[in-house]
């Protein structure tokens, strides 16, 4: 978010067009399921910050700047899996095999 926004951007001066960008510069880069964690992250520490009061006003996200849709991340994944990609970490992403017992 910091890289995106800025270190010295305020937090009452974010408008949901900004949470819109920065969504649209994520999805360039992740997929759906690192999206919506990230997502998930900005909302939580956002929230925070309102909560113990360190922002005037609560944040407005506007409807741009949601988590993808399940099915969204079920399509992804069935994708992957067609190309003949891994899709879970047993499958020998890390270099490492599955113990046989």
Do not use: Y
């Not at 890289?3 to 949470?19: E, I, N, S």
């Not at 409807?63 to 399940?70: I, V």
């Amino acid at each position: 978010m910091v890289q995106h926004l800025g270190k010295r951007h305020k937090v009452a001066d974010l408008t949901p067009t900004a949470f819109q960008n920065l969504r649209a510069k994520l999805a360039k880069n992740f997929g759906p399921t690192t999206l919506g964690n990230d997502i998930t992250r900005v909302h939580t520490v956002l929230k925070w910050a309102s909560d113990q009061q360190l922002v005037e006003k609560p944040v407005v996200f506007g409807q741009g700047f949601e988590r993808p849709s399940k099915k969204t991340q079920r399509l992804h994944r069935a994708a992957k899996a067609k190309e003949g990609r891994p899709t879970d970490p047993s499958g020998g992403r890390n270099g490492f095999e599955r113990p046989v017992n």
